[in-house]
């Protein structure tokens, strides 16, 4: 199996760091919020500005891009560059807090605006919305200290990830059809609806290791202080994306305003606030994913 090299300015982050289950509730819960036959076609931008509100779906479970305070309210430098860019544009946001994989059909049906996930933008997902990109992450692993898990050598391995990403849907299953052609054990792939079960399933011995996306890894690894580690290098890089509907006129609002951000440099110290400077962009693009 082959898998992408990461950006010399991805590696040199993680060269810094390095210094220095299935769950059935979710997907019963993600069809509960599906949108019905009732849901309504997306806004048009003059109907958002006219209302002077932007109905944003978000995850709380991610962290450092999406999570909560201890009021429950949605926080982390990926909501509070949406809520940047809703002022932006003279809009209030409305926020809702949703499971991952709800978000999308909840766009498609037009009952919310934007969505806010650490969505990779792909091809696929491009057939049903359209992304407005604001950063590059790649793929990183955790594990415990002196465990010398290897990404590339996981071969029978259990390894944690949080439910319906890529990591779950993409890699851990080619890493596993991989093992399997090759006459060795299977990956074991435990797929958890938050990260914080994710990350917990290798602290506590329950997975080997755990795979997500760069700035949650090394989030983890920073806030676990001597728990975790980095195990091997970064691989797949892909640019996020806040998914709006598609074809919507929304999306040149959004990338207008984000590029206005970035050229005053607002958007950077939102990154910085979560520390994740080192997948900043200098460019506001919509679907820029090509694989």
């Not at 982390?76 to 999308?104: K, N, P, T, Y």
């Not at 091809?123 to 465990?147: C, H, I, K, M």
């Not at 290098?233 to 970035?262: M, N």
């Amino acid at each position: 199996m082959k898998l992408r090299s990461a950006a010399p300015a991805f590696l040199a982050a993680v060269a810094l760091l390095l210094t220095g289950c299935v769950n059935n509730e979710a997907s019963e819960q993600a069809a509960a919020e599906a949108p019905t036959e009732g849901s309504s076609e997306a806004r048009t931008w003059s109907e958002i500005e006219e209302s002077g509100v932007l109905k944003v779906g978000t995850i709380v479970d991610y962290p450092p891009n999406e999570f909560k305070t201890d009021d429950g309210e949605p926080t982390g430098w990926a909501v509070d560059l949406v809520a940047a860019i809703a002022d932006e544009l003279g809009l209030e946001v409305e926020w809702e807090v949703l499971q991952f994989d709800s978000i999308l059909p909840r766009i498609e049906g037009g009952t919310i605006d934007v969505g806010v996930g650490s969505f990779g933008d792909t091809l696929e997902r491009q057939e049903a919305v359209d992304f407005v990109n604001y950063y590059e992450a790649g793929t990183l692993w955790a594990a415990r200290p002196g465990s010398d898990v290897d990404p590339d050598a996981a071969c029978g391995l259990t390894i944690a990830v949080m439910a319906t990403g890529t990591q779950h849907l993409i890699e851990l299953p080619e890493r596993d059809a991989a093992c399997q052609e090759a006459g060795e054990p299977g990956i074991e792939i435990e797929p958890y609806t938050g990260q914080p079960e994710v990350t917990n399933a290798v602290v506590l011995g329950k997975a080997d290791a755990f795979s997500a996306d760069s700035p949650v890894t090394i989030d983890a690894v920073n806030q676990l202080d001597g728990e975790l580690e980095v195990a091997g290098d970064l691989f797949d890089t892909v640019p996020y994306g806040f998914p709006v509907a598609k074809g919507s006129d929304l999306s040149p609002q959004l990338a207008e305003a984000l590029q206005r951000l970035i050229d005053d440099g607002s958007y950077l110290e939102i990154l910085e606030s979560g520390k994740s400077e080192y997948g900043a962009i200098e460019t506001a693009t919509i679907n820029a994913g090509t694989e």
